[in-house]
């Protein structure tokens, strides 16, 4: 979780938001890891984060590679595209 870093969560949550998926607990845990490194998801949070991109997975929600991006941003363009970590400097 850690590993992918913030940028990623920050468009995994922004993502539930624009296809209004996710409850509160689950936007909650993933807002937590955006926030990192000043927050760290616990181990609990942690555990509904992974259940939520697993069911997520199946409903289109992008995880893999991403495809295309905005270049001011270096976010997706497209809804449901595909996410990767950020790149490190």
Partial sequence: ??????????????????????????????????????????????????QLMKRLSKVGCPTGSRTSTDHHHDRPTARRNTLEPSAKP
């Avoid at 992918?4 to 509160?24: H, P, S, Y």
């Avoid at 937590?32 to 000043?38: H, K, R």
């Fill in 1 to 50: 979780m850690v590993k992918m870093g913030a940028r990623f969560w920050k468009d995994v949550a922004q993502w539930l938001i624009d296809e209004n998926e996710g409850d509160a607990k689950e936007r909650g845990c993933v807002n937590v890891a955006a926030s990192m490194p000043n927050k760290i998801p616990s181990d609990k949070q942690s555990a509904v984060i992974v």
